[in-house]
């Protein structure tokens, strides 16, 4: 099965929580917040989030923001690392072995569940895996995007006999940052996405699959 372990990762290195919830009320409430802000952001989006919006539209103090996150960036990056594992959960399924006839099929697959998040998740068109505000890696990480190809992989290869090269490697890298990049796009000016964009986006994933998987 895909592993999720990098977007555990992320969530603890890229969102600085002030205090782990151990209590299944406290689970609960840092969701709440984080749902909040979501909704927040997908009304006047990420730039103009605050922690005080926060705080009215889960119904809490503001104390209680602060109890989970020590500032507004923290939010944001705890929500990115979120959508990052709801991504990567989704993915897993989809690339499970039989789930599709093809390897070429399976990354259609993850182009249609991204593009499901992208209209029914809220807060995933602004922080999505391959947006800046989740990723700032150093120059010795990899993105979220690089991650979740790594694994996209790891899962082909075990699951549908594609051979492991430097080759695969780079189409399937390739095929995932065309993947967010264009389905940015087609939902930059349309809240259920442009048809004609997200049929290209296919052809174009099938050509830098071709010969390759």
């Known amino acids: 099965m895909l592993t999720i372990d990098s977007s555990a990762a992320l969530l603890s290195s890229a969102a600085p929580i002030r205090n782990e919830p151990v209590q299944a009320r406290s689970t609960a409430r840092l969701a709440t917040l984080l749902d909040s802000a979501a909704s927040v952001i ?19 103090s503001i104390g209680t923001v602060y109890r989970y996150f020590p500032d ?11 959508n990052v594992e709801r991504l990567m959960v989704r993915t897993a399924d989809e690339l499970a072995a ?9 990354v259609l697959a993850l182009h249609a569940v991204t ?10 068109r602004s922080l999505r895996a391959g947006d800046v505000i989740d990723l ?11 991650m979740l190809a790594v694994a ?15 080759d695969v490697r780079l189409a399937i890298g390739t095929a995932v940052e065309l993947i967010d990049a264009l389905t940015a796009r087609v939902f930059a000016r349309s809240e259920s996405g442009d ?11 099938r050509a830098v699959l071709a010969g390759r998987l």
């Open 152 to 166: 996209v992989t790891d899962a082909l290869v075990a699951h549908y006999g594609v051979s492991d090269s430097a």
């Open 195 to 205: 048809a004609e964009l997200l049929a290209e986006t296919d052809r174009a994933l």
């Open 136 to 146: 700032r890696p150093s120059s010795t990480e990899a993105t979220a995007n690089a």
């Open 42 to 60: 997908d009304e006047i989006g990420y730039e103009r989030l605050t922690t005080a919006m926060v705080a009215e539209r889960a119904g809490a």
């Open 115 to 124: 593009v499901d998040l992208f209209r029914t998740e809220p807060g995933y």
């Open 72 to 82: 507004r960036i923290a939010v944001l990056q705890s929500l990115a690392a979120r």
């Open 98 to 106: 039989g789930r599709h006839a093809s390897a070429t099929d399976a």
